[in-house]
């Protein structure tokens, strides 16, 4: 059974700081692509960041710089540091995994984590 369980957000005042996780089971971690997404209230999903199994990363342009995703195998959890946040920052964070196998993509998703910026 697949898990993905993002957790540490919360209201954060300007500038502040958060790091979020997203713990998961169910598959094998380290072969997956591991990405974060967000979504403000009345407007579409939006990539972040993600992180290949070679620890390669990318970013938004609207994140590079004060963003930083990492992952501990060992443990199975994706992670995303979050500095200098602004309300434009505001979102319900996802995690999601994906992995080609055979023919065809699998991929899951996290519930979410709020984080408010005030």
């Known amino acids: 059974h697949v898990q993905l369980v993002e957790s540490g957000g919360g209201l954060v005042q300007l500038g502040g700081s958060l790091r979020l996780s997203c713990a998961t089971s169910?598959?094998?971690?380290?072969?997956?692509?591991m990405s974060w997404y967000r979504q403000a209230p009345g407007k579409e999903r939006e990539f972040v960041s993600d992180?290949?199994?070679?620890?390669?990363?990318s970013y938004a342009d609207s994140v590079k710089g004060r963003f930083t995703t990492s992952q501990d195998n060992a443990k199975n959890t994706l992670f995303l540091q979050m500095n200098s946040l602004t309300p434009e920052d505001t979102a319900m964070y996802y995690c999601k995994a994906s992995c080609w196998k055979g023919s065809r993509w699998y991929t899951f998703w996290g519930q979410g984590t709020q984080v408010t910026v005030s």
């Open positions: 169910g598959f094998t971690f380290s072969t997956y692509y």
């Open positions: 992180i290949d199994s070679d620890g390669r990363t």
